[in-house]
């Protein structure tokens, strides 16, 4: 059972810069084929100061500022407890290629449902660009078996 005094933990700050590679994968395993998500050329033309990363992009910045197999041992828990229950992005500003990102995530709630079988972890990770600007939130909400 994970305990609930982890409810209000705040794991440490982790800044990343964004990567025209990265972004580039992650556009063509979307299936994205706009020209601001995939050339840099067309995102310079379109006056952008880099390409735009796609709309989930903020979830590969808080897999690799905090390692799922490290957060789940952070709980006491496994990885074959594990289901993913939800995820939710709010948007406030662009993310661009060489960006810097930080990316903070804090542990906001831990909720026990049919006796305990099933606990939900909820967690909230925002980042913040190099100009100190909110840009990304996302509440995810992690589902151990029990």
Excluded: C, W
Excluded at 18 to 41: H, M, S
Aim: glycine residues 8%; proline residues 5%.
């Amino acid at each position: 059972m994970i305990e609930k005094k982890h409810i209000g933990h705040e794991f440490r700050p982790v800044t990343l810069t964004v990567e025209v590679g990265r972004l580039k994968f992650l556009a063509k395993a979307l299936g994205i084929t706009e020209g601001i998500y995939v050339d840099p050329n067309a995102a310079k033309v379109a006056g952008l100061p880099g390409l735009l990363a796609p709309p989930t992009y903020p979830f590969v910045l808080e897999i690799e500022a905090l390692e799922l197999v490290d957060l789940v041992s952070f709980l006491g828990e496994t990885l074959g407890k594990l289901l993913h229950g939800e995820e939710n992005f709010t948007y406030f500003g662009p993310i661009y290629a060489g960006d810097e990102i930080t990316v903070s995530k804090k542990i906001t709630d831990i909720i026990d449902k049919k006796g305990g079988a099933l606990q939900f972890v909820i967690s909230k990770t925002e980042f913040t660009n190099q100009n100190d600007k909110k840009v990304a939130e996302t509440l995810t909400n992690y589902v151990f078996r029990h």
